[in-house]
């Protein structure tokens, strides 16, 4: 009996002794398009050739924003249920592109388009471990913009 509770407290205690930020929760919420131009946020898309339609997120690294320390993509199914999430790597979409600003994008078929959101997560800003969700369907009409042929 003795050696089980040193045993459960040594675990214990190594398990607090090794926990990092990734064990940390972060509070997640949405931001609708007035909500996200309010922050400096938009989200803008044109057609992308073969690779369907190319939909980007443009930032200043302001405010809460400061503190970004990631933009994922993520894509759900019919039921919204998870299906897939990507991390984006942050660069310029056009040439001239101002250098303060923060740029991440992915390319999909129209069909898919309304699946799919951008994630912006920042550890440690002013409004604490936080996550955004914006739904490309609430910034991007797809059905009037790139209309599907039939």
Known sequence: MK?????????????????TQCFAMISVGSLNKKEAKELGITMHSQ???????????????EGFLKACNYVE??????KENHMISAILEA????HGQLDDLVTVAF????????????????????????????????????EKEYPLEK
């Open 107 to 142: 390319s999909a078929d129209p069909k898919q388009l309304n699946f799919c959101s951008f994630m912006i997560v920042a550890y440690g800003s002013t409004r604490g471990d936080v996550g955004y969700v914006l739904k490309v369907s609430d910034f991007i009409d797809v």
């Open 73 to 78: 993509l993520r894509m759900e199914d019919e």
């Open 91 to 94: 660069h310029p979409v056009h």
């Open 47 to 61: 057609k992308n050739g073969d690779a369907g339609v190319k939909v980007w997120l443009e930032f200043k690294k």
């Open 3 to 19: 050696s089980h509770l040193t045993s459960c407290i040594t675990t214990l205690l190594l398990l607090c002794a090794t926990s």
